[in-house]
């Protein structure tokens, strides 16, 4: 018998040497052989599998059936902004006049890059109203990091912020994880502030807590439940008036470009995550690039190499920075990300980065306000006219009271055909729901019907969800026993 | 183009809906004296049509090293890419999903980060893989915060001939902790055991060497690893390359704790030094210390096998400060092409690029040094195990600057390597060549004439 279902076999299991296989296809060896010394060479071939061509592609054509993606299935995942990925980015990141530059070649070769990071580094500094930009971090946690480095080299420099002895750091308790796990890298104790009932930073602690070992507070604003804290400039002041910096996490930052600007709301220093804001692809968990922007008395501490446009308007890399913290990565950066960053926001123009901005923040709204009736949220009401920015979080505290859990739910959307949101964070048993602006109102609309269902089928037999997904390419799967006795690679 | 399929009509009903009456209600919260009154100071809104043009026009001011006869390595690697890796890894399913966190709707980029994992573990003849680092610079680095916090110790000792970018990267890295760097000082192009001997002590949490180096000189592992673990717990990290793991000896079977490396050779472009690929592979006995994604088999309730993200308490979104790493996302899709790179060349395939490698490597030193004035840096000592010998770069000092035959090359077409100066690593007299399986002998000849020509 056959199951219908069963996995693909694994590439291990499918060895077959082949008589033709591309690389026993290259060219004859045109040079005579040149004796090795044996005891440098493995004792043994590679023990990797051999497979002909036709079953590569058969086995990752099967394989790439089994995800879902933007491309073939909506995926709300809140905090993730997993919006449309345009086939010219992908067409741009592929032209061979960018794939073949070498990252060490002369400036004068990779003019056409240097330009193209040079105008990138100038976008990014307008929309986050800042002066300079490193584009070198390689995601958003490494653009934490390198600005935590930044902040705390301008606070060692004696002919900078002058105070060493700031290195604590205040980050919201509704903060991404990574921020603390950056803090950490850095040596810096991190002291997490607050929240009110209302989702928003706890400012009588705040107060409280700033003092003169404070280097900066982590912010994510609009903040991780979803909600712009109008605070943001209070905020600001307080630090400043304490000596200290105003650090944004720029994860939210697609409810708000076009419409307002860090750099105008009291932040000292940002990160952005281009593979959220600027539609640069997932790729299954990466690559993402997060360039970090900062105002002019943070420059000189930035990573090197950077890129400058000279008097005669060519582009060079200059990496002669005596304050700079180094490097955070080889070579310049995710170059072909930013590519695809550069193509995104070159299409969309001031007016498009707008529309981008406040139609993320219409499809929350508008899924927040037909959702809500059967879906408990904790800080949206249409009814009190208290609205989310481009995310929204519910407890359905009702649908869980039937018996089901969060994962029951998560997995019966997988059912649909629908990416299940974020869960269980930034509170517990909750969902985090992001549509991103790119989603039709035909998308959404169904959304909210596979969601009624879902709810429909909840109060009807909660038992049959709880054995969800039925429709998924495998039945639900024992995630506790691969952390019991983990089972990391092919026997 | 915003990509934005709201209409106006749309925009209307959905605000009924909400019972707002405008976009604007939702930024309430926001003070007006921080809203932008203004339109962003940006280019036009671009038609794709224009994008086309613009991109090329932009494309063409880059003279490619892929379109030249290329012998820059210095960390990335001119290899051959079947085009098998490019059509697969542009599947939009692979492009466009997120990280596995769902895994019966990511089964396709758990198996494919599965068998990387494995693949990873073969070519570094360890225990345990992850799914994934930056690149090669933040894999070692990530390998030494493992091993500065599994051992307690608060001293790392970097051999000189590691790649000037992640001595770079451990420094600044090692900047703000208490963690002491230590360069360990080549000799003739490699580092001695004496000398790791001479500057090891008990509170040593690490030795770090790449092989092959910088120059391209094959190092000693083995003797060097037993001099690190001459020390309690102290560990040994080896900086790879995974060509080369396909034909000299491996990672793990000359004794290292921790394998990083560069991924971009297995079917990476240049694209001006990435996104690349950081491997990353230890001993079992450090599996809960790793930093990163890692994948694990289990199985559905009918019992058939599928994969799903494992060990994720060791991971920043639910360990926070005491994470073993801040990493959250990865390099997913280039952990995709560089599984089916290996896949579609197989090991016989994966030897044989790096036989050529080697051979042609060999074939053009040996003429270069046959020419007036050149002669290579390192002495060559064959029979001595690793002494002297090279894999496919290699460092020739010249009888004038390497800006000379930089310059000489660029009207034939022709990028003779690296200057040593530039990169760090030397003099400006000292040029540093990589030779790939790419090279045909008629490139290697032309080499040779310019740089007989050229000085």
Same mark, same amino acid.
């Given at each position: 018998?056959?199951?219908?279902?069963?996995?693909? /076999?694994?590439?291990?299991? #499918?060895?077959?040497?082949?008589?033709?296989?591309?690389?026993?296809?290259?060219?004859?060896?045109?040079?005579?052989?040149? +004796?090795?010394?044996?005891?440098?060479?493995?004792?043994?071939?590679?023990?990797?599998?051999?497979?002909?061509?036709?079953?590569?592609?058969?086995?990752?054509?099967?394989?790439?059936?089994?995800?879902?993606?933007?491309?073939?299935?909506?995926?709300?995942?809140?905090?993730?902004?997993?919006?449309?990925?345009?086939?010219?980015?992908?067409?741009?990141?592929?032209?061979?006049?960018?794939?073949?530059?070498?990252?060490?070649?002369?400036?004068?070769?990779?003019?056409?890059?240097? /330009?193209?990071?040079?105008?990138?580094?100038?976008?990014?500094?307008?929309? +986050?109203?800042?002066?300079?930009?490193?584009?070198? =971090?390689?995601?958003?946690?490494?653009?934490?990091?390198?600005?935590?480095?930044?902040?705390?080299?301008?606070?060692?420099?004696?002919?900078?912020?002058?105070?060493?002895?700031?290195?604590?750091?205040?980050?919201?308790?509704?903060?991404?994880?990574?921020?603390?796990?950056?803090?950490?890298?850095?040596?810096?104790?991190?002291?997490?502030?607050?929240?009110?009932?209302?989702?928003?930073?706890?400012?009588?602690?705040?107060?409280?807590?700033?003092?003169?070992?404070?280097?900066?507070?982590?912010?994510?604003?609009?903040?991780?439940?979803?909600?712009?804290?109008?605070?943001?400039?209070?905020?600001?002041?307080?630090?400043?008036?304490?000596?200290?910096?105003?650090?944004?996490?720029?994860?939210?930052?697609?409810?708000?470009?076009?419409?307002?600007?860090?750099?105008?709301?009291?932040?000292?220093?940002?990160?952005?995550?281009?593979?959220?804001?600027?539609?640069?692809?997932?790729?299954?968990?990466?690559?993402?690039?997060?360039?970090?922007?900062?105002?002019?008395?943070?420059?000189?501490?930035?990573?090197?190499?950077?890129?400058? #446009?000279?008097?005669?308007?060519?582009?060079?890399?200059?990496?002669?920075?005596? /304050?700079?913290?180094?490097?955070?990565?080889?070579?310049?950066?995710?170059?072909?990300?930013?590519?695809?960053?550069?193509?995104?926001?070159?299409?969309?123009?001031?007016?498009?980065?707008?529309?981008?901005?406040?139609?993320?923040?219409?499809?929350?709204?508008?899924?927040?306000?037909?959702?809500?009736?059967?879906?408990?949220? =904790?800080?949206?009401?249409?009814?009190?006219?208290?609205?989310?920015?481009?995310?929204?979080?519910?407890?359905?505290?009702?649908?869980?009271?039937?018996?089901?859990?969060?994962?029951?739910?998560?997995?019966?959307?997988?059912?649909?055909?629908?990416?299940?949101?974020?869960?269980?964070?930034?509170?517990?048993?909750?969902?985090?729901?992001?549509?991103?602006?790119?989603?039709?109102?035909?998308?959404?609309?169904?959304?909210?019907?596979?969601?009624?269902?879902?709810?429909?089928?909840?109060?009807?037999?909660?038992?049959?969800?709880?054995? +969800?997904?039925?429709?998924?390419?495998?039945?639900?799967?024992?995630?506790?026993?691969?952390?019991?006795?983990?089972?990391?690679?092919?026997? | 183009?915003?990509?934005?399929?709201?209409?106006?009509?749309?925009?209307?009903?959905?605000?009924?809906?909400?019972?707002?009456?405008?976009?604007? &209600?939702?930024?309430?919260?926001?003070?007006?004296?921080?809203?932008?009154?203004?339109?962003?100071?940006? *280019?036009?809104?671009?038609?794709?049509?224009?994008?086309?043009?613009?991109?090329?026009?932009?494309?063409?001011?880059?003279?490619?090293?892929?379109?030249?006869?290329?012998?820059?390595?210095?960390?990335?690697?001119?290899?051959?890419?079947?085009?098998?890796?490019?059509?697969?890894?542009?599947?939009?399913?692979?492009?466009?999903?997120?990280?596995?966190?769902?895994?019966?709707?990511?089964?396709?980029?758990?198996?494919?980060?599965?068998?990387?994992?494995?693949?990873?573990?073969?070519?570094?003849?360890?225990?345990?893989?992850?799914?994934?680092?930056?690149?090669? @610079?933040?894999?070692?680095?990530?390998?030494?915060?493992?091993?500065?916090?599994?051992?307690?110790?608060?001293?790392?000792?970097?051999?000189?001939?590691?790649? *000037?970018?992640?001595?770079?990267?451990?420094?600044?890295?090692?900047?703000?902790?208490?963690?002491?760097?230590?360069?360990? *000082?080549?000799?003739?192009?490699?580092?001695?055991?004496? %000398?790791?001997?001479?500057?090891?002590?008990?509170?040593?949490?690490?030795?770090?060497?790449?092989?092959?180096?910088?120059?391209?000189?094959?190092?000693?592992?083995?003797?060097?690893?037993?001099?690190?673990?001459?020390?309690?717990?102290?560990? $040994?990290?080896?900086?790879?390359?995974?060509?080369?793991?396909?034909?000299?000896?491996?990672?793990?079977?000359?004794? $290292?704790?921790? @394998?990083?490396?560069?991924?971009?050779?297995?079917?990476?472009?240049?694209?001006?030094?990435?996104?690349?690929?950081?491997?990353?592979?230890?001993?079992?006995?450090?599996?809960?210390?790793?930093?990163?994604?890692?994948?694990?088999? %289990?199985?559905?309730?009918?019992?058939?096998?599928?994969?799903?993200?494992?060990?994720?308490?060791?991971?920043?979104?639910?360990?926070?400060?005491?994470?073993?790493?801040?990493?959250?996302?990865?390099?997913?899709?280039?952990?995709?092409?560089?599984?089916?790179?290996?896949?579609?060349?197989?090991?016989?395939?994966?030897?044989?690029?790096?036989?050529?490698?080697?051979?042609?490597?060999?074939?053009?030193?040996?003429?270069?040094?046959?020419?007036?004035?050149?002669?290579?840096?390192?002495?060559?000592?064959?029979?001595?195990?690793?002494?002297?010998?090279?894999?496919?770069?290699?460092?020739?000092?010249?009888?004038?600057?390497?800006?000379?035959?930089?310059?000489?090359?660029?009207?034939? &077409?022709?990028?003779?390597?690296?200057?040593?100066?530039?990169?760090?690593?030397?003099?400006?007299?000292?040029?540093?060549?990589?030779?790939?399986?790419?090279? %045909?002998?008629?490139?290697?000849?032309?080499?040779? &004439?310019?740089?007989?020509?050229?000085?």
């Amino acid at each position: 018998m056959i199951d219908p279902k069963a996995s693909p /076999k694994l590439i291990f299991e #499918q060895h077959n040497p082949a008589p033709k296989t591309p690389s026993l296809d290259l060219p004859q060896l045109d040079v005579p052989e040149i +004796a090795i010394d044996s005891d440098l060479l493995a004792d043994d071939l590679l023990n990797l599998p051999e497979v002909g061509q036709l079953d590569v592609v058969r086995h990752y054509t099967a394989l790439a059936k089994r995800n879902f993606s933007v491309d073939a299935n909506f995926y709300p995942l809140g905090s993730c902004t997993m919006k449309f990925n345009p086939s010219i980015n992908e067409a741009a990141a592929s032209m061979e006049g960018f794939t073949g530059v070498h990252p060490l070649q002369d400036d004068d070769d990779a003019q056409g890059m240097l /330009k193209m990071l040079h105008e990138t580094q100038t976008w990014l500094a307008e929309i +986050a109203g800042l002066d300079q930009v490193s584009l070198q =971090p390689a995601a958003g946690a490494h653009g934490e990091f390198t600005a935590l480095k930044v902040i705390r080299a301008y606070f060692n420099d004696p002919k900078g912020g002058n105070a060493p002895q700031r290195r604590k750091v205040l980050a919201p308790d509704t903060a991404h994880g990574t921020n603390p796990a950056s803090c950490a890298m850095c040596g810096a104790g991190v002291i997490s502030v607050p929240s009110t009932q209302d989702g928003y930073v706890d400012m009588d602690a705040l107060r409280e807590m700033v003092d003169g070992e404070t280097a900066a507070m982590m912010i994510t604003n609009p903040n991780t439940a979803g909600l712009f804290d109008g605070q943001i400039g209070e905020i600001a002041k307080i630090l400043h008036d304490a000596g200290a910096l105003l650090y944004l996490d720029g994860a939210n930052m697609n409810a708000i470009v076009g419409v307002a600007r860090p750099g105008d709301f009291g932040v000292d220093i940002m990160h952005y995550n281009t593979h959220k804001t600027f539609s640069t692809p997932h790729g299954c968990g990466g690559p993402g690039s997060g360039p970090i922007a900062v105002k002019d008395f943070l420059a000189p501490y930035l990573p090197v190499p950077q890129v400058v #446009q000279n008097d005669d308007k060519t582009y060079s890399l200059k990496s002669n920075l005596p /304050k700079s913290i180094g490097k955070v990565r080889s070579f310049f950066g995710q170059v072909g990300v930013l590519l695809r960053c550069w193509t995104y926001i070159a299409a969309a123009g001031p007016d498009g980065i707008r529309n981008i901005g406040e139609t993320a923040v219409l499809n929350a709204n508008y899924l927040a306000a037909c959702m809500e009736d059967r879906f408990a949220m =904790p800080y949206f009401s249409k009814a009190e006219k208290k609205y989310c920015a481009h995310e929204f979080i519910t407890v359905p505290k009702d649908l869980l009271a039937k018996g089901v859990t969060l994962i029951d739910i998560a997995k019966r959307m997988i059912d649909y055909g629908i990416h299940p949101p974020t869960m269980h964070w930034p509170v517990h048993d909750c969902l985090m729901i992001e549509p991103t602006e790119t989603e039709s109102k035909a998308t959404l609309d169904h959304f909210i019907k596979v969601m009624d269902t879902i709810a429909d089928g909840i109060e009807e037999d909660a038992a049959f969800v709880k054995a +969800a997904p039925y429709h998924a390419c495998i039945d639900r799967l024992d995630e506790v026993a691969a952390a019991r006795s983990p089972v990391l690679t092919a026997s | 183009m915003d990509y934005v399929q709201i209409t106006q009509a749309d925009r209307l009903e959905m605000l009924e809906k909400i019972g707002a009456p405008d976009v604007e &209600s939702f930024y309430a919260n926001l003070p007006a004296e921080y809203r932008l009154q203004r339109d962003l100071c940006l *280019p036009p809104a671009r038609s794709e049509l224009q994008l086309q043009r613009d991109l090329e026009a932009m494309a063409k001011l880059n003279n490619t090293a892929t379109s030249q006869s290329c012998f820059l390595g210095g960390g990335a690697y001119d290899h051959f890419i079947p085009q098998v890796v490019n059509n697969m890894a542009a599947k939009g399913e692979f492009v466009t999903a997120y990280t596995p966190y769902q895994a019966e709707a990511s089964q396709g980029s758990l198996q494919a980060f599965f068998e990387f994992q494995t693949q990873v573990t073969r070519l570094t003849d360890l225990d345990v893989s992850n799914a994934s680092m930056y690149d090669g @610079a933040t894999a070692v680095i990530e390998g030494v915060l493992l091993a500065l916090n599994s051992t307690g110790k608060r001293r790392v000792l970097v051999g000189e001939t590691l790649h *000037p970018d992640y001595k770079t990267v451990i420094k600044s890295y090692l900047h703000d902790l208490a963690a002491q760097y230590v360069e360990l *000082p080549a000799t003739d192009g490699i580092i001695s055991t004496d %000398t790791i001997t001479d500057l090891i002590d008990n509170d040593t949490a690490a030795v770090v060497i790449q092989s092959p180096n910088v120059f391209g000189q094959i190092e000693n592992w083995t003797k060097q690893f037993e001099v690190a673990h001459s020390e309690n717990k102290t560990m $040994a990290i080896a900086v790879f390359n995974p060509i080369a793991c396909s034909f000299l000896k491996r990672p793990g079977a000359c004794g $290292a704790d921790i @394998a990083a490396g560069e991924g971009q050779p297995l079917g990476i472009p240049f694209q001006f030094g990435g996104p690349y690929l950081g491997l990353f592979a230890a001993r079992k006995k450090f599996m809960r210390k790793m930093p990163g994604r890692l994948i694990g088999q %289990t199985a559905d309730k009918q019992g058939r096998r599928g994969f799903c993200l494992t060990l994720q308490t060791r991971e920043q979104h639910i360990r926070g400060a005491k994470a073993t790493s801040n990493i959250c996302t990865n390099q997913g899709l280039l952990a995709v092409r560089a599984t089916i790179y290996m896949s579609a060349m197989g090991p016989r395939g994966m030897q044989n690029v790096a036989k050529q490698c080697y051979h042609k490597a060999h074939y053009l030193a040996d003429q270069i040094i046959k020419l007036d004035g050149y002669s290579r840096a390192f002495s060559e000592a064959p029979g001595a195990s690793g002494g002297g010998a090279f894999f496919h770069e290699f460092v020739i000092n010249c009888p004038s600057t390497a800006q000379t035959m930089i310059d000489a090359g660029k009207k034939r &077409s022709i990028l003779p390597g690296l200057c040593c100066e530039k990169l760090g690593i030397g003099t400006a007299n000292q040029l540093l060549i990589a030779v790939t399986e790419k090279r %045909t002998v008629e490139e290697l000849d032309a080499l040779v &004439s310019l740089l007989k020509e050229g000085k």
